[in-house]
């Protein structure tokens, strides 16, 4: 058995929902918090093993349940960006924001590569879940696939064995029809209404709602068609201004944000998924600014970090990232400032610990290549 060792921190979120908790201790051996207690308890002989980090506060690694780590948010790529150069980029940008774990959209080779050594942990489509497009997304993006026939969706979840399966589905019917067919998870979910909801918290299915993806389109249809990321003041690419847009994403944005809201009210399991590598949303940073439109919809800030870290890792499998409780890897997030000042922290981290440990690939103030 190793050392134990203190960490000492302003405040925490333990990622559970439950309230900050301020002036508190973690005892860490082995990588594993084995207590965690106020600081006016720590024992006499802890002095010489405390990492202070009582000017900041604690929050669980981040999770991202919907991105794609072979695409680029760019309208267009470089021809000769290939696909791993894109990946190993997309991974060091997740990491950077403290997302250290992701669930990719892609059935893709490439990204299998990476999953033993990467910086982040990684679940697949296809090999680690299912995800099922069974109406087009609401981005509506080129190059995106039709939808399933509702005979091969119910055969592909009676088929789906152990693994959990997340349909792609918006609109009343379709969700109704997947929930029926035994989906596990819904993304997106656009216009399914309030029955499709109760439902959802009736059976335990989590919802992934990518609220940012109406944000994003109305930004951009508010700057004459461009795609843009309004949050990084980054141009992404030229477009042409489409009639009717602006009105269509203002009233899908608030629409989208009046659901999450309900599903709060009733205690629908939600999940944060992005949808980075979608037009214009871009990896990592993009949690923060989901994050956001959560508060807005109602989310206390406990809530939200739950959502945005716990909820995903435990439907995805992550066992060594979600809440930071007794038993669990003392694996996290460290912010300088108070707690006021989050979820807009999380894009300028301090320090990220893994194992209880400051992490050895993290750099402070990341800066981003062209």
């Given at each position: 058995?190793?050392?134990?060792?203190y960490?000492?921190?302003?405040?925490?979120?333990?990622?559970?929902?439950g309230a900050v908790?301020?002036h508190?201790?973690?005892?860490?051996?082995?990588?594993?918090i084995?207590?965690?207690?106020?600081?006016?308890?720590?024992?006499?002989?802890?002095?010489?093993a405390i990492d202070?980090?009582?000017?900041?506060?604690?929050v669980p690694?981040?999770?991202?349940?919907?991105v794609?780590?072979?695409?680029?948010?760019?309208v267009?790529?470089?021809?000769?960006?290939?696909e791993?150069?894109?990946?190993?980029r997309?991974?060091?940008?997740?990491?950077?924001?403290?997302v250290l774990?992701?669930?990719?959209?892609?059935?893709?080779g490439?990204?299998?590569?990476y999953?033993?050594?990467s910086?982040?942990?990684?679940r697949?489509?296809?090999?680690?879940?299912?995800?099922?497009?069974?109406?087009?997304?609401?981005e509506?993006e080129?190059?995106?696939?039709p939808?399933?026939?509702?005979?091969s969706?119910?055969r592909?979840?009676?088929?789906?064995?152990?693994?959990?399966?997340?349909?792609?589905?918006?609109g009343?019917?379709p969700?109704?029809?997947?929930?029926?067919?035994?989906?596990?998870?819904?993304?997106?979910?656009?216009?399914?209404?309030?029955?499709?909801?109760?439902?959802?918290?009736?059976?335990?299915?989590?919802?992934?709602?990518?609220?940012?993806?109406?944000k994003n389109g109305?930004?951009g249809?508010?700057?004459?068609?461009?795609?843009?990321?309004?949050?990084s003041?980054?141009y992404?690419?030229?477009?042409?201004?489409?009639?009717?847009?602006?009105?269509f994403?203002k009233?899908?944005?608030?629409?989208?944000?009046?659901?999450?809201?309900?599903?709060?009210?009733?205690?629908?399991?939600?999940?944060?998924?992005?949808?980075?590598?979608?037009?214009?949303?871009?990896h990592?940073?993009?949690?923060?600014?989901?994050?956001?439109?959560?508060?807005k919809?109602g989310?206390?800030?406990e809530?939200t970090?739950?959502c945005?870290?716990?909820n995903?890792a435990?439907?995805f499998?992550m066992?060594?990232?979600?809440?930071l409780t007794?038993?669990?890897?003392?694996t996290?997030?460290?912010?300088r400032?108070?707690?006021s000042?989050?979820?807009?922290?999380l894009?300028y981290?301090?320090?990220?610990?893994?194992?209880?440990?400051?992490?050895?690939a993290?750099?402070?103030?990341?800066?981003?290549?062209?």
């Amino acid at each position: 058995m190793g050392a134990i060792r203190y960490i000492v921190a302003g405040s925490l979120i333990d990622g559970s929902g439950g309230a900050v908790r301020r002036h508190v201790f973690l005892a860490v051996q082995d990588g594993m918090i084995t207590a965690i207690g106020a600081v006016a308890e720590l024992p006499h002989e802890a002095a010489a093993a405390i990492d202070d980090l009582s000017h900041c506060v604690i929050v669980p690694a981040l999770v991202d349940c919907s991105v794609s780590l072979t695409h680029s948010p760019a309208v267009v790529t470089a021809m000769s960006t290939d696909e791993a150069t894109l990946v190993e980029r997309h991974i060091s940008y997740c990491h950077e924001y403290g997302v250290l774990g992701v669930a990719d959209s892609d059935d893709s080779g490439v990204v299998e590569r990476y999953r033993e050594e990467s910086l982040i942990a990684i679940r697949t489509a296809g090999r680690d879940f299912l995800r099922i497009t069974y109406s087009l997304p609401i981005e509506d993006e080129e190059g995106v696939p039709p939808g399933v026939s509702h005979e091969s969706l119910c055969r592909l979840l009676r088929e789906k064995g152990a693994k959990k399966a997340v349909v792609v589905a918006n609109g009343a019917q379709p969700v109704a029809e997947a929930l029926a067919a035994g989906a596990d998870a819904i993304e997106q979910g656009y216009g399914m209404g309030e029955a499709n909801l109760r439902q959802m918290a009736e059976k335990g299915v989590l919802w992934i709602p990518r609220v940012l993806t109406a944000k994003n389109g109305l930004d951009g249809a508010r700057s004459d068609g461009a795609v843009c990321c309004r949050f990084s003041q980054r141009y992404v690419a030229p477009g042409k201004p489409l009639p009717g847009a602006e009105a269509f994403w203002k009233k899908t944005l608030a629409e989208q944000l009046a659901q999450l809201r309900l599903a709060r009210e009733l205690g629908v399991q939600v999940a944060i998924g992005t949808g980075a590598g979608s037009l214009g949303i871009l990896h990592g940073e993009a949690m923060v600014e989901e994050m956001k439109l959560f508060m807005k919809a109602g989310y206390s800030l406990e809530e939200t970090i739950q959502c945005g870290s716990a909820n995903g890792a435990r439907f995805f499998g992550m066992e060594n990232l979600g809440a930071l409780t007794k038993g669990r890897r003392a694996t996290f997030l460290v912010t300088r400032g108070a707690v006021s000042q989050l979820p807009r922290k999380l894009a300028y981290l301090e320090n990220i610990y893994v194992d209880g440990a400051p992490s050895t690939a993290y750099r402070k103030n990341p800066t981003r290549s062209a």
